[in-house]
Nanobody, 123 residues
Framework: QVQLVESGGGSVQTGASLKLSCKVS??????????MGWLRQAPGLERVGVAG??????SAYYLESVKGRFAISRDREGVYLQMNNLEPDDTAVYYC????????????????WGQGTQVTVSS
């Protein structure tokens, strides 16, 4: 049974930092065979890709509005998202996801999902 468990969300003020973690277990292959990413969904909006990382560490995607503020990383246990200088527009439920495919930008690219963790940024 594949499980992705997110943690690290919370309520913070503008300019604060948070680090999201996602522990992955139960995949058919070891984690280094999968691309991984973080996506978010704000109330009333579609889910969008925030950051994604391919099998090799030198391939990464970032949503334009988070470039320079967010950083995705991975290890053998999961995927992480360091979020700095948070803004109210970053408020959303954040999901981690994995895929064995070569695309990792959009929600339809992903095969397995976590349950999500809420991030709320107040001004």
């Amino acid at each position: 049974q594949v499980q992705l468990v997110e943690s690290g969300g919370g309520s913070v003020q503008t300019g604060a930092s948070l680090k999201l973690s996602c522990k992955v277990s139960g995949l058919p292959l070891s984690l280094d065979h999968y691309a991984m990413g973080w996506l978010r969904q704000a109330p009333g909006l579609e889910r969008v890709g925030v950051a994604g990382m391919g099998v090799t560490d030198d391939s990464a995607y970032y949503l334009e509005s988070v470039k320079g503020r967010f950083a995705i990383s991975r290890d053998r246990e999961g995927v992480y998202l360091q979020m700095n200088n948070l803004e109210p527009d970053d408020t959303a439920v954040y999901y981690c996801a994995v895929t064995q495919g070569w695309r990792f930008q959009d929600p339809q690219d992903y095969d397995y999902w976590g349950q999500g963790t809420q991030v709320t940024v107040s001004s």
